[in-house]
Nanobody
Framework: QVQLVESGGGLVQPGGSLRLSCTASGFTLPHAYYAIGWFHQAPGKEREAVSCISAYNGTIYYADSVKGRFTISRDDAHNTVYLQMNSLESEDTGIYYC?????????????????WGQGTRVTVSS
């Protein structure tokens, strides 16, 4: 079955950096066919889209709150999508989930995605 595994979370001071990874297995199509999204759920809040990348790097989306600080990229040879997070702020604290959808385009809408990982926790605190 399809499995998405996030890693790279942890505790970091404000202004610091983390790189999250989302590694997939069990896809019926090549990894390059899948749109991958990253979502953030802050404590007590709803899950929101942070970034997504469509199949074959055709489209990239960033939430306004992370533009210029976060970078999404994909390594289809290793079935992995990365989220490089720089200049982290306390508001970035929460659980980060990756999600996948096999038709190609990416979306900010969580309902678009068929597969979800279990999440990785990011804490930004001094």
């Amino acid at each position: 079955q399809v499995q998405l595994v996030e890693s790279g979370g942890g505790l970091v001071q404000p202004g610091g950096s983390l790189r999250l990874s989302c590694t997939a297995s069990g896809f019926t199509l090549p990894h390059a066919y899948y749109a991958i999204g990253w979502f953030h759920q802050a404590p007590g809040k709803e899950r929101e889209a942070v970034s997504c990348i469509s199949a074959y790097n055709g489209t990239i989306y960033y939430a306004d709150s992370v533009k210029g600080r976060f970078t999404i990229s994909r390594d289809d040879a290793h079935n992995t999508v990365y989220l490089q997070m720089n200049s982290l702020e306390s508001e970035d604290t929460g659980i980060y989930y990756c999600a996948a959808e096999g038709s190609g385009p990416c979306s900010r809408n969580s309902a678009w995605y068929d597969y979800w990982g279990q999440g990785t926790r990011v804490t930004v605190s001094s």
